[in-house]
Nanobody, 123 residues
Framework: LQIVESGGGLVQPGGSLRLSCATS????????IGWFRQAPGKEREGVAC????????KAVDSVKDRFTISRDNTKNTVYLQMNSLKPEDTGLYYC?????????????????WGQGTQVTVSS
């Protein structure tokens, strides 16, 4: 089982980034997938996710009009397109896999995690 995030970096406010989460050992149709972020001194926060039960999309209110989660089953990869980035979006972004969770924005529902990719929004 492997989860590898990439695509982070330094971007100016208002800019865009696309994060990738490459997986192996999972059938993406059968699991929930989520993007989370953690800023220094803060708890890990759910950003956007695909529910394991019906693959519906959920997102935290602060990113709903700016971030889009998607997946490509042929590549076993999940993406997070982030537009109109703000300094408060800064953090270490993690991709997680949930086998049976009921709330895909809850980090406690996840069993597997990648190592994270850093996103810094600053002028």
């Amino acid at each position: 089982l492997q989860i590898v995030e990439s695509g982070g970096g330094l971007v100016q406010p208002g800019g865009s980034l696309r994060l990738s989460c490459a997986t192996s050992g999972f059938e993406l149709d059968l699991v929930g997938i989520g993007w989370f972020r953690q800023a220094p001194g803060k708890e890990r926060e759910g950003v956007a996710c695909l529910s394991v039960h019906d693959h519906s999309v959920k997102a935290v209110d602060s990113v709903k009009d700016r971030f889009t989660i998607s997946r490509d089953n042929t590549k076993n990869t999940v993406y997070l397109q982030m537009n109109s980035l703000k300094p408060e979006d800064t953090g270490l972004y993690y991709c997680g896999i949930s086998m049976m969770g009921t709330n895909c924005l809850n980090s406690g529902d996840y069993e597997e995690w990648g190592q994270g990719t850093q996103v810094t929004v600053s002028s």
